[in-house]
């Protein structure tokens, strides 16, 4: 079982950029689905990109393609999401959880562990 935390939101203007960091412990990163989401008050849970550590390959939602990137640091047992072009729909609490397996999938129901979460919000 992996424990994940989760740093590095903020309030961040419009057009601005955020670095999100996933720690892990508990296990090394190396066969693990690590996924990110969000959750923006009164909506469900959403998929926003995720990646496999064992392969490299990655997904990501339709609303962040171009602006978020994703990338593992195996030395550092971290996830990150580069996160750029921030707009007000962004704005949510943003969660990484993990799959012991190897399909980066944005399904949040196969994931096990979740960290706590972190505030990302993109107003003027």
């Known amino acids: 079982q992996l424990h994940l935390v989760e740093s590095g939101g903020g309030l961040v203007q419009p057009g601005g950029s955020l670095r999100l960091s996933c720690a892990a412990s508990g296990s090394t990163l190396d066969y693990y689905a690590i996924g990110w989401f969000r959750q923006a008050p009164g909506k469900e849970r959403e998929g926003v990109s995720s990646?496999?550590?064992?392969?490299?390959?990655?997904r990501y939602a339709d609303a962040v393609k171009g602006r978020f990137t994703i990338s593992v640091d195996k030395a550092k047992n971290t996830v990150y999401l580069q996160m750029n072009s921030l707009q007000p729909e962004d704005t949510a609490v943003y969660y990484c959880?993990?799959?012991?397996?190897?399909?980066?999938?944005?399904?949040?129901?196969?994931?096990?562990?979740w960290g706590q979460g972190t505030q990302v919000t993109v107003s003027a």
């Open positions: 959880a993990a799959d012991r397996g190897t399909q980066a999938t944005l399904i949040a129901l196969v994931y096990d562990d």
């Open positions: 990646i496999s550590t064992s392969n490299g390959l990655t």
